[in-house]
């Protein structure tokens, strides 16, 4: 275990280039959550999905101060965009139709070209993944100085934190497979750090996916 001695640079990134074929439409621009009951205003809209997912990892960034997120828009991109939060960086990725890992390189060709030393990487379809979630998995990353990962379904996967050593491997990536294929060889390699966190599990991929999100999400 290696605890960081200092605040490491972090630089967070939210996927959100997929066609979401199987949701039959822009799933990112559906509606999952609105104004809490309390909210000083009246006059709040509901949250897309990408706005609710961006709004907590945002949170979460301003908390730990990392910096606003950034986030990668390629399908769907004129219907995504103005959903995007104000002064939120936004990269685009023209290849996104070749699959997740595209997102990924750039992701960590950003984290490169900001020289940070870690690059915490999320899914904008995790719906259930709170600022909550992040602050905890950044507090594990920093309690062990390595690659970090939420652990659900047996398995380590994104939300995750990787150190600038997995940049380059990032890069490498091809098609549709994820950052979990790196995160795996970490857990092989005993040079991963995780947190246990089912909620992570839950993603809006159809519509049945986003009733029952919405009929159980209280």
């Known amino acids: 275990m290696t605890f960081l001695s200092k605040s490491p ?3 967070s990134v939210m996927l959100a280039a997929g066609q979401s074929t199987r949701f ?34 945002t949170q979460a960034a301003e908390q730990i101060d990392i910096g606003k997120p950034c986030v990668i828009l390629g399908g769907h991109i004129d219907v995504l965009s103005p959903l995007v939060p104000m002064n939120t960086p936004i990269l685009i990725n023209k290849d996104w139709q070749s699959g997740i890992a595209s997102s990924v390189a750039m992701a960590a060709k950003y984290a490169q070209a900001e ?21 905890s ?6 309690l062990f ?31 549709d497979a994820g950052a979990k294929k790196l995160l ?6 005993q040079t991963l750090a995780v947190l ?8 809006i991929d159809t519509q049945a996916d986003l009733s029952w999100w919405l009929a159980n999400k209280e």
């Open 9 to 11: 640079k972090v630089v």
């Open 24 to 57: 039959d439409g822009a799933k990112l621009a559906a509606t999952v959550s609105g104004p809490e009951v309390n909210d000083p205003d009246p006059h709040a809209l509901p949250h897309s999905l990408l706005t609710h997912s961006l709004l907590e990892l």
């Open 115 to 135: 020289k940070a030393d870690a690059l915490l990487l999320s899914l904008a379809d995790q719906v259930a993944v709170s600022h909550l979630h992040y602050l």
């Open 137 to 142: 998995l950044y507090r594990v990353f920093c």
């Open 145 to 175: 100085g390595q690659t970090t990962a939420a652990y659900y379904q047996q398995n380590p996967g994104v939300p995750a934190i990787f150190v600038a050593e997995d940049f380059d491997a990032l890069q490498q990536l091809e098609g």
């Open 184 to 189: 795996k060889q970490h857990l092989t390699n």
């Open 196 to 203: 246990p966190l089912e909620q992570a599990a839950i993603d």
